[in-house]
Nanobody, 123 residues
Framework: QVQLVESGGGSAQAGGSLSVSCKVS????????IAWFRQTPGKEREGVAG?????????SYGDSARERFTIYRDTAKYTVYLQIRSLIPEDTAMYYC???????????????WGQGTQVTVSS
């Protein structure tokens, strides 16, 4: 079992930056691939970025995230962060982190999910 708790969402102005955090715990969390997803009402969940929490390897980004998003982890805190720069209103979404055991940004590959944190960007 893996437990994930997101935090750090909120409201921000377009052009600014914001970071969200994912605290990871559980017996199998050390080998987990942690990914961030985002979802807006009526749309499918979109893979944003992923990383192995144990060694920081296999970093991957979705097509919409390559230029303005950075994923990184703090092994001492067992936390994975997603930094978003140059915010645009289209970044407004519920952001979820998830844990799986393979390099992927497909939601179906992740059995464990956090509750999500809302990010709202105003123009």
């Amino acid at each position: 079992q893996v437990q994930l708790v997101e935090s750090g969402g909120g409201s921000a102005q377009a052009g600014g930056s914001l970071s969200v955090s994912c605290k990871v715990s559980g017996a199998t969390s050390k080998s987990s691939y942690i990914a961030w997803f985002r979802q807006t009402p009526g749309k499918e969940r979109e893979g944003v970025a992923g990383i192995f929490i144990s060694n920081g390897l296999a970093v991957s980004y979705g097509d919409s995230a390559r230029e303005r998003f950075t994923i990184y982890r703090d092994t001492a805190k067992y936390t994975v962060y997603l930094q978003i720069r140059s915010l645009i209103p289209e970044d407004t979404a519920m952001y979820y982190c998830a844990a799986g055991n393979q390099v992927s940004l497909w939601p179906r590959d992740f059995p464990y999910w956090g509750q999500g944190t809302q990010v709202t960007v105003s123009s």
